[in-house]
């Protein structure tokens, strides 16, 4: 059975990337506005150097902000995020690759992910972003598609 994503929207709020030297992975604040709910993944693959408690690692951060895409960003609270906290320690290859899924529950506008680098990540890491907003208040649904041929 094909499912319908009438009313939803698929947001890359942070493109894949392969993350390294010591620049932290920031997603792009996601305006959810419009939806009745907002589904934030983060996708970190096999990070290509040896992670290590305190020296080498990952922190993941799932954030919210009621005013602009440019404003004070703090973790969202747990009791607005169901699936498991706002931030994530990954500091041992036992613990990536991994998929976070987070349903957010809050009621401020704008939503956003980070994966903060500690050490310097010489081979890097894959990391992605992506918000599913769904349950959408007036359709039509703009959704931005894919740039490539289909083959």
Known sequence: MISSISGQK???SLVPILAHTTANAT???VDTQGYSEVLMVWNQGVALDTLATTTLLWNITFEECAVTTAGSFTLIAAGDLEG???TIL???????PTLMVRRYKGKLRYVRMIGTITGTHTNGTP???T???SGALHEPVSQETELGTAS
């Open 10 to 12: 698929v947001i890359n």
């Open 27 to 29: 997603g792009v604040a």
């Open 131 to 133: 918000v599913i907003l």
């Open 90 to 96: 990954i500091d041992a290859a036992a613990e990536d």
């Open 84 to 86: 498991g906290g706002a």
């Open 127 to 129: 990391v992605a972003g």
